[in-house]
């Protein structure tokens, strides 16, 4: 079956320090990884795919088909960067999205 | 332009009553998403529209949910006979046609079963 797994339910960093949000998925075939961002008290938003291959606020996130995971990494946090990451899995031939439980990056200053 | 819109945006129902969730997608989008989310956990897909038809009702956790977009642009889900285990936040997304990877999220409705 697929699933995406989030290890961490809580990230608590300090401004400036070097942040790695872990995304593991389960499937067999070829995937697309997205992720997605909630802040305080907004919508959830698209934050990156991997087809696109971008840096979106800092943030890059490298597939590894190897590892069967997407881990969303940025050099330097930022207190704006406090929300809640949720990485999403789509399948080949089906519009729905797979998403893991989430987590809550805090950024302390 | 305005992103997409659920009403009510909070439901308090006792349990075994009858709700139903509205959702307004982006104009000109054809394709609708409904998920769910429980607390602590990521939203679960529900069901997927393409225009007015249902294309993916896999997710539909049983007969009590049903949703319908007759016109091919506002949806409604309904839950008969809700249940304590129903509450959750529940998602709404819509995207164009054929870019399933362009979801955009509505605020959602929390609802509450007592």
């Known amino acids: 079956a697929q699933r995406v797994t989030q290890p961490e339910k809580l990230l608590s960093v300090f401004k400036g320090a070097p942040v790695e949000l872990k995304c593991n998925y389960s499937y067999s075939g070829s995937p697309e990884l997205f992720w997605y961002v909630q802040y305080s008290r907004q919508r959830l938003q698209l934050l990156l795919r991997?087809?696109s291959r971008e840096s979106i606020k800092g943030f890059t996130a490298d597939l590894n088909k190897g590892e069967t995971s997407f881990h969303l990494k940025k050099p330097f946090a930022q207190e704006e960067d406090s929300a809640m990451y949720y990485c999403?899995?789509?399948?080949?031939?089906?519009?729905?999205?797979?998403f893991g439980a989430g987590t809550r990056l805090a950024v302390h200053p | 332009g305005a992103g997409v819109s659920q009403t009510p945006s909070n439901k308090v129902t006792e349990k075994g009553k009858y709700v139903e969730l509205r959702c307004d997608p982006i104009s000109g989008h054809t394709a609708l998403y409904w998920y769910r989310q429980s607390l602590g956990q990521g939203p679960e897909f529900l069901i997927y529209f393409q225009g007015t038809g249902a294309a993916d009702d896999s997710g539909l956790p049983n007969d009590r949910f049903f949703a319908v977009r007759p016109e091919g642009s506002v949806s409604t889900l309904k839950i008969q006979r809700t249940e304590r285990g129903d509450s959750a936040v529940y998602l709404c997304?819509?995207?164009?046609?054929?870019?399933?990877?362009?979801?955009?999220f509505g605020p959602g409705t929390r609802l509450t079963v007592t």
């Open positions: 999403a899995l789509r399948t080949g031939g089906y519009n729905k999205l797979i």
């Open positions: 997304a819509s995207s164009p046609s054929g870019r399933a990877d362009e979801q955009y």
């Open positions: 991997h087809i």
